[in-house]
């Protein structure tokens, strides 16, 4: 049988990490937090003092790094041997990952990095590009997205409860530039698989999101067995 895939994609602070995590816990299957490999990315290339306009330097560094990730109850990211957990939330940090996720030697050096984790009984894939260029072939695709002004306020309370210091009017900003760098790369930019279903989360309560998140993944599991 092949390995049943899940992919979440959608802008940065649309729900789609809670969301993953409790749909692959409930499902008892494995997580990628895509994000999370171009956020170490991002640290490996600030700590090594990498000039962001370098591509070449910035696709050796993509080349190099070995990163370990541990999904216990929260995840943990180390880099080098060296734990980057609490910096890899950081807004500094998802502004660097997302430029250096527009270089496609990047992506492309990433990508078998991502395939890795597919893996039985089956993976949940949290990202931009999940269901359109990493897992295609997925059989449950869902764009998870949410207002600009709910995105924003939902990072700060999730910055604030991490005892990160945040400004409102800042976070909305940066995530407007965000998206607008994400949709706007050429390569792998975010956007909706044809395939996917399409999710609001402005108005959803999170465990409303992940029960019609398992309602795609149980029929479609059901017709399949039935097939
Ligand atoms: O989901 P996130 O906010 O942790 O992602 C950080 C950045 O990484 C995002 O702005 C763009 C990039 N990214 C990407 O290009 N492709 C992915 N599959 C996941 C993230």
């Not at 660097?96 to 990508?111: H, K, N, Q």
């Not at 407007?176 to 930019?189: C, G, K, L, S």
Request: proline share 3%; with cysteine; net charge negative.
């Amino acid at each position: 049988m092949s390995i049943p895939v899940l992919t979440i994609d959608g802008p940065s602070g649309a729900g789609k990490g809670t969301v993953s995590r409790l749909a692959a816990k409930k499902l008892g299957w494995h997580y990628l937090d895509s994000g999370s490999i171009y956020r170490s990315l991002a640290l490996a290339v600030a700590k090594q003092g990498v000039d962001l306009a370098d591509e070449a330097a910035i696709v050796s560094v993509a080349e190099k790094m070995h990163l370990e990730f541990e999904c216990e109850i929260d995840l943990t990211v180390r880099l080098n041997g060296i734990d980057v957990t609490a910096e890899i939330p950081l807004e500094s940090t998802g502004a660097i990952a997302s430029t250096v996720a527009a270089i496609p030697d990047v992506r492309r050096v990433l990508l078998q990095k991502q395939r890795d984790f597919k893996q039985l009984p089956g993976l949940v894939a949290d990202g931009r590009d999940m269901g359109t260029v990493v897992f295609k072939e997925a059989p449950f695709k869902v764009f998870l997205t949410a207002s600009v002004g709910e995105r924003a306020m939902r990072r700060y309370k999730q910055l604030i409860e991490k005892g990160i210091d945040a400004n409102l009017i800042q976070i909305t900003n940066e995530i407007e530039e965000r998206d607008r760098r994400d949709r706007e790369r050429a390569t792998a930019p975010l956007a909706m698989a044809s395939d996917a279903l399409y999710l609001d989360s402005s108005d959803m309560t999170i465990d409303s999101v992940v029960e019609e998140v398992l309602n795609l993944v149980r029929t479609g599991l059901n017709e399949r067995s039935q097939s």
